[in-house]
């Protein structure tokens, strides 16, 4: 083959490799050392920002599992409701806000193994007659879009009057100006919310417990079980303990 007709069939390979290969391998390849990973950092003190910027024990955790990994993370910031379809869609590669494992979720996208235990609890005004959970019944309770909580009053508490918000601040707002008698949101986030602000309590009885987990694509083993690695890693050197220490300790 001449020359020049070699350099062309070169070529042409290159670019069918390339126009084959998978958005996200191309993705890897350019940028290898970051790991694109989405929050919706509104739910302290899992995530949340303070002058103007990312803090909580997850953005902790994930800069910990990166550096383990030799990897820099590269955040997107996204609505909860968002998370799941955006990983799937290949909009990053990891998700990670206070996502308790489910199975309707796990039939979607893959878990690493648990990181930290929550549930689901109802927060209430301290001087609220609200005692026990069966007291929510026939009540205005503040959700979540998007959330474990929407499914679980509508299954388990269906005379719950539902106010659906797409924010979890604004779940605690309606309770405070008085628009919900309860927010049913994530263990960690209600008692932050009772520590930084006077004139709330959190019921004693749990609706659930359950497990946080960061989500992957299924198409991406690998990184699941990188991050699962890595997990392992920063629980022997300490690391995990001392960020469940800062974040938790006064509970």
């Known amino acids: 083959m001449k020359p020049i007709r070699l350099l062309?069939?070169?070529?042409?390979?290159?670019?069918?490799?390339?126009?084959?290969?998978?958005?996200?391998?191309?993705?890897?390849?350019?940028?290898?050392?970051?790991?694109?990973?989405?929050?919706?950092?509104?739910?302290p003190p899992m995530e949340y920002t303070e002058n103007n910027a990312r803090t909580g024990f997850d953005v902790d955790l994930?800069?910990?599992?990166?550096?383990?990994?030799?990897?820099?993370?590269?955040?997107?910031?996204?609505?909860?409701?968002?998370?799941?379809?955006?990983?799937?869609?290949?909009r990053f590669d990891v998700a990670i806000s206070a996502i308790y494992i489910t199975p309707e979720r796990a039939q979607v996208v893959d878990f690493t193994e648990p990181y930290y235990a929550g549930g689901l609890v109802a927060l209430v005004k301290a001087n609220s007659p609200i005692k026990t959970l069966a007291d929510l019944n026939g009540k205005k309770v503040s959700v979540q879009v998007g959330t474990k909580s929407v499914n679980f009053l509508a299954q388990n508490y269906p005379q719950v009057h539902r106010v659906e918000v797409e924010k979890n601040e604004e779940m605690f707002d309606l309770v405070g100006i008085g628009r919900a008698d309860a927010a049913v949101t994530g263990k960690p986030a209600a008692y932050q919310f009772v520590r930084t602000r006077p004139g709330f309590r959190v019921l004693d009885e749990q609706l659930?417990?359950?497990?946080?987990?960061?989500?992957?694509?299924?198409?991406e083993p690998q990184l699941r079980d990188a991050l699962n690695g890595a997990l392992q890693k920063i629980k022997a050197d300490g690391t995990y303990a001392a960020l469940v220490k800062k974040w938790f300790s006064s509970k």
């Open 8 to 43: 062309a069939a070169l070529f042409l390979s290159a670019a069918f490799a390339v126009a084959a290969a998978p958005s996200s391998a191309l993705a890897a390849d350019a940028d290898s050392g970051a790991l694109k990973v989405a929050t919706d950092a509104t739910f």
């Open 62 to 90: 994930m800069n910990a599992l990166a550096k383990a990994m030799g990897k820099q993370v590269q955040w997107t910031d996204i609505d909860f409701k968002g998370l799941v379809p955006g990983l799937v869609a290949h």
């Open 208 to 219: 659930t417990t359950e497990k946080y987990g960061i989500a992957v694509r299924k198409d």
